[in-house]
């Protein structure tokens, strides 16, 4: 069996789990339970079916501890980096001189899955003020809104923080 076929189960098996997730709630009877479970069969089937190409080589190793701690410290850091960067652009809307100076920064990343690449881009974007455009083979182009002559050299690290670290974690 090749890696990618043995995705498909597990795709199909996390894919069903969401959608009871998203469909339970307390008090359901049988039935309907019954009817959600039959739909969300058929929809992780197909929507496997269509996509498992996509997630070549996933499976129960991804859920090994060590992985899902650096994914549970990953969120926080980034909760913690959205509300620092909201706090920021409150700063930088309410003063009345707009202290900004808006540039395109190349950051450079050592992640390779298109995954981890992925989730570093959407952290990026999430947080206020950074906007990831692009990524090329060296890394990412993020359109950050405060560029400053002195922080060019360090302008990677402002920006992806801690986040790289830690999906390298989660994806290694």
Not at 25 to 36: A, R, T, Y
Not at 140 to 146: D, K, L, P, S, T
Request: hydrophobic letters at 50%.
């Amino acid at each position: 069996m090749s890696s990618e076929t043995k995705s498909i189960p597990y795709l199909a098996v996390v894919l069903l789990l969401i959608w009871l997730g998203f469909v339970y709630q307390p008090g359901i009877s049988m039935q309907s339970f019954i009817q959600e479970l039959f739909v969300g069969i058929i929809v992780a089937v197909a929507v496997t079916i269509l996509t498992h190409r996509h997630f070549e080589g996933l499976g129960v190793a991804y859920f090994h501890p060590r992985r899902v701690a650096y994914f549970i410290a990953f969120f926080f850091v980034f909760l913690w980096e959205m509300v620092k960067a909201n706090l920021n652009m409150a700063r930088i809307v309410l003063s009345p001189e707009l202290p900004i100076k808006p540039g395109i920064v190349k950051v450079s990343t050592s992640l390779k899955q298109p995954a981890a690449k992925l989730f570093l881009g959407n952290a990026i974007t999430l947080t206020p003020g950074t906007l990831t455009i692009d990524y090329d083979d060296g890394g990412a182009y993020i359109h950050w809104v405060e560029v400053k002559d002195e922080d060019m050299g360090r302008a990677g690290e402002i920006i992806k923080g801690r986040f790289e670290r830690l999906l390298r974690g989660v994806f290694s």
